[in-house]
């Protein structure tokens, strides 16, 4: 199992980027996914999941109205679109899938 996170990067207060995670090893149909941040000094915290069948999706209270989780699972990818980018958004962001597989992580810094 292997997940990829890709799309991170230094964004101005307001701007939006794209997060993708791509999936190898395994079967993405199959599969909640979902992503995580870390902010320095701060606990791993679980922004948003779903998965490809009616289970239904989650997010984080304050990314509710910024944040869109995605899949195609024809390119085996999971993507995570944030538009209004605070300075709190300010993290590590990872792609996981449950139990215990984790990707690498996506630097996402929201600055001036």
């Known amino acids: 199992v292997q997940l990829q996170a890709s799309g991170g990067g230094l964004v101005q207060p307001g701007g939006s980027l794209r997060l993708s995670c791509l999936a190898s090893?395994?079967?993405?149909?199959?599969?909640?996914i979902g992503w995580f941040r870390q902010a320095p000094g701060k606990q791993r915290e679980e922004v948003s999941c779903e998965s490809s069948s009616t289970i239904g999706t989650y997010y984080l209270d304050s990314g509710k109205e910024r944040f869109t989780i995605s899949r195609d699972n024809a390119r085996r990818t999971v993507y995570l679109q944030i538009t209004g980018l605070k300075p709190e958004d300010t993290a590590v962001y990872y792609c996981?899938?449950?139990?215990?597989?984790w990707g690498q992580g996506t630097q996402v810094t929201v600055s001036s």
């Open positions: 996981h899938r449950p139990p215990n597989s």
């Open positions: 090893g395994f079967t993405l149909d199959d599969y909640v």
